[in-house]
């Protein structure tokens, strides 16, 4: 692949990293050669970098395997995933989980990310719906005001939700912030 055929989101490979494209501009100054600026971030250490391509410079296309597997317990520091069409299970260290996955509970899917074979990361669903197991108790019409209490859901995770919000009430959350979005139906 040419770096003129870049695209947001396309991953590639180069000095022995794997890099996914955020952002990319064709560049065609009045004088000199065209080039494409770049925006890049690395898929596995989530570094992200700004390098010029020439528009004819050569890139090896990276795969990036995304398998949608089901979470199922934590062993030390080995928590198991499983396929659930092969029942194929995949051991993933705790290193590779990101923060996010605080808000994980067993029987839940995720989307487990690897490039030749290796697990780099595991996303978890982006919005979950947990039980608060402690928490100060709700105050009832207590919803005129945008004062947070913390919570602690089912996983141990803490998050911040509404003054009326009670123990034992199921709450929706979107992991990519761990905010409170709002009661579960």
């Known amino acids: ?45 989530g570094a992200v970098t700004e390098r010029s391509f020439n528009p004819t410079d050569k890139v090896e296309e990276a795969f990036v395997e995304r398998r949608d597997m089901q979470y199922l317990y934590n062993d030390g520091d080995l928590y198991y995933f499983m396929d659930t069409e092969t029942y194929e299970q995949e051991p993933v260290s705790k290193e590779t989980l ?6 994980v509970k067993e029987e839940m899917m995720c989307k487990i990310l ?12 982006m919005f979950v719906e947990l039980e608060i197991t402690e928490t100060d108790p709700g105050f009832k019409g207590n919803t005129a005001t945008n004062t947070l209490k913390p ?17 034992g009430e199921k709450i929706k959350i979107d992991t990519r912030t761990g905010e409170y979005l709002a009661r579960a139906k």
Do not use: C
Request: glycine share 10%; charged share 25%; hydrophobic share 40%.
């Open 114 to 125: 690897s490039y030749k074979g290796k697990v780099f990361a595991v996303e978890p669903p």
């Open 98 to 103: 990101g923060d996010d996955f605080r808000f």
């Open 1 to 45: 692949m040419q770096a003129g055929e870049f695209r947001n989101g396309v991953t590639f490979e180069l000095d022995g990293n794997v890099l996914q494209v955020i952002e990319f501009q064709h560049v065609k100054p009045g004088k000199g050669a065209a080039f494409v600026r770049t925006k890049m971030k690395n898929v596995i250490t």
């Open 151 to 167: 919570a602690i859901v089912e996983t141990g995770a803490e998050v911040k939700v509404p003054l009326f919000i009670d123990q």
